[in-house]
């Protein structure tokens, strides 16, 4: 689970990015951390951004399972998620 609320803006931020990246596009952590900085006005390092991937994609307690895909240039989502469906059928909303 997300520790605050912080945490749970950069998920938001991550997911909006990585739905608009694509295959060919794919955003490096470092440019989501710029991303999610300018969003947010904060100071996330890259390394944040690589630990809030793995949370989002395989957090049990969390349970988003987001479908990030990866490569060697970065990351996106190449399907049609949506946060608040999957919560929905998660937690029968």
């Known amino acids: 689970m997300p ?20 295959y060919d596009h794919p955003l490096t952590r470092f440019a989501l951390a710029d991303k999610v900085n300018s969003f947010l006005g904060n100071d996330t390092s890259a390394a944040t951004i690589e630990k809030d991937i793995h949370t989002l994609r395989h957090d049990s307690d969390l349970a988003f399972f987001v479908p990030i895909r990866a490569r060697r240039l970065g990351y ?6 949506l946060l608040s469906d999957h919560i929905a059928k998660t937690w029968r909303i």
Not at 8 to 19: D, G, P, Q, S
Not at 76 to 81: K, T
């Open 3 to 22: 520790v605050n609320k912080s945490a749970f803006k950069r998920y938001l931020v991550i997911i909006r990015e990585l739905r608009a990246a694509s």
């Open 76 to 81: 996106w989502i190449d399907d049609d998620y």
